[in-house]
C-alpha cells in the first residue's frame, strides 16, 4: 500500500511540474493579436525622410545690353571715352533690375573696393528703420538719452531733449563745420579719443529741431544708439539683416576707437554692391521675395524731411539726399569725393559710382546727368 501512495505522490508532482511549464512557455511565446488590431486603414508607419534643406538664394546679378532696355549704348560708349583717365574709379549702372553698363579704370574690376564716405548714413538709416521694425527703438522722437544716457551728463541741458529724428534729419543744433571754411571738425573728431564723447561735447548753437546743419557727428551718434539699442556691433546687425540677404559680400566697416562702427563714414565695398544697396531702396525694400528694409521706411527715409542746405545738393530725408536731375525726381546717398548711389524710380535706374579724392565732390556727378540720363532719353 505504501508503494502505490509513492507512486501516486510521484505521478501528482510530475503532473504539476508539466502543467507548470507549459503555463511558463505559453507566456514567453508572442500571443497572436485580434484582427481589430490590424486594419488596412492604419498601414504601418513609414520612416520620416530627413528634410530637404532650404534652396539657396541666387544673389547673381543679371548682366544685359542696354539696348534691351530702353537705353542707347552709343552715349555710354561716348562716357566710357571721357572716362578713360578720370579720378573715377567705376560706374555701375542698373535699369529694369539688371546691370546695363559697367566701366571700370585699367587696374579695377567687379570685385575692387572702394571707400563710399558719406554714402554709408544712407545704409546706417536703413539699419534704423530695420531695428524700428524689429522693436529696438520705440518711436523716432525717443530722446537720444534713451539709447545714450550719456547725454544726460552734458552741463547744457537743452541736449537732453535731443532726439534720434534730429540726427536722422541732420537738425541736432550741435556745432558743426563739416565743409570748407577756415575750420572744420573732422580732424579734431577723427583724432580723438572718444568720438561720442567728442560730438556730444560741441556747442549747442541752434535750438534742436530748428536748423539744417550737415554732421557726420549727427550720424555717428545714431550709429552708437543703434549698437545700444540692439546690443549687437552694427556690422553684425547689418551683416544679419542686410548685407548678407542682399549679397553685399564685399562691405568691410570701419570703427571708432571704442569700436562703434563709423556710421557716417566708414563704408567700404564694391561698386556693384553700392549699386545693389540702390537697387534695394528702388524694389520697395524686398530682395528675392523678401522685404528686408520695411517699405514704409524707404518711402519716408526718401522723401523730402527738410529744404537741406539750399544749394545744388539738393533737400534732405533721413540720410538720403533728394532733388530731380533731368526733370526726374531722385533720391541718392552721397559721399565726399565724388561717391554716389542714385536712383531715379521713374526711370526703374539705379547709378553707383566711385571715385578718387581729393577732388571736387560734385565732378562725378556729371557723368550721370551728361550721359547716363540721356541714353535713358531723360
Known amino acids: 500500500m505504501k508503494k502505490l501512495f509513492v507512486l501516486l505522490l510521484v505521478g501528482s508532482l510530475l503532473l504539476a511540474a508539466c502543467s507548470s511549464t507549459e503555463e511558463e512557455t505559453a507566456s514567453t511565446i508572442p500571443q497572436p493579436q485580434p484582427s481589430s488590431a490590424i486594419t488596412p486603414s492604419e498601414p504601418e508607419p513609414i520612416p520620416e525622410s530627413e528634410p530637404e534643406p532650404a534652396p539657396e538664394i541666387d544673389n547673381s546679378w543679371q548682366l544685359d545690353a542696354p539696348e534691351n532696355h530702353g537705353v542707347d549704348p552709343a552715349v555710354l560708349e561716348q562716357m566710357h571715352t571721357a572716362l578713360i583717365n578720370a579720378p573715377v574709379y567705376a560706374v555701375v549702372t542698373a535699369k529694369d533690375g539688371v546691370i546695363i553698363d559697367e566701366y571700370y579704370q585699367a587696374g579695377y574690376d567687379e570685385t575692387s573696393r572702394y571707400a563710399f564716405h558719406s554714402a554709408s548714413k544712407s545704409v546706417t538709416s536703413a539699419l534704423f528703420g530695420i531695428a524700428m521694425e524689429e ?111 542682399l549679397g553685399m559680400e564685399s562691405v568691410v566697416w570701419g570703427t571708432d576707437p571704442q569700436g562703434v562702427a563709423d556710421g557716417g563714414n566708414g563704408i567700404v565695398m564694391t561698386a556693384r554692391d553700392a549699386a545693389r544697396f540702390g537697387q534695394l531702396f528702388l524694389e520697395g525694400g524686398v530682395w528675392n521675395g523678401e522685404q528686408l528694409i520695411p517699405a514704409d521706411w524707404v518711402t519716408e527715409s526718401t522723401s523730402v524731411q527738410n529744404a537741406g542746405p539750399g544749394d545744388s545738393t539738393g ?40 571715385s578718387e579724392g581729393p577732388q571736387n565732390s560734385y565732378a562725378s556727378r556729371a557723368y550721370f546727368t551728361d550721359y547716363i540720363l540721356p541714353a535713358c532719353g531723360a
Request: net charge negative; glycine share 8%.
Open 135 to 245: 522693436g529696438y527703438i520705440d518711436s523716432l522722437d525717443d530722446p537720444l538719452s534713451k539709447y545714450l544716457p550719456q547725454v544726460l551728463e552734458q552741463e547744457d541741458i537743452r541736449k537732453h531733449a535731443l532726439t534720434l529724428r534730429h540726427l536722422l534729419t541732420q537738425t541736432s543744433g550741435l556745432e558743426w563745420y563739416e565743409w570748407g571754411g577756415s575750420y572744420s571738425n573732422w580732424n579734431e573728431f577723427r583724432s580723438a579719443e572718444n568720438w561720442v564723447d567728442y560730438i556730444l561735447g560741441r556747442n549747442l548753437v541752434y535750438e534742436p529741431g530748428a536748423v539744417f546743419n550737415y554732421s557726420t557727428g549727427n550720424t555717428h551718434l545714431l550709429a552708437a544708439a543703434l549698437e545700444n539699442a540692439t546690443g549687437r556691433p552694427l556690422m553684425d546687425y547689418a551683416k544679419e539683416k542686410l548685407f548678407d540677404p
Open 315 to 354: 533737400q534732405y530725408g533721413y540720410q538720403w539726399w533728394v532733388r530731380q536731375f533731368g526733370g526726374y525726381d531722385c533720391y541718392y546717398a552721397f559721399g565726399a569725393w565724388g561717391q554716389y548711389i542714385l536712383v531715379v524710380p521713374e526711370l526703374n535706374l539705379v547709378t553707383a559710382i566711385a
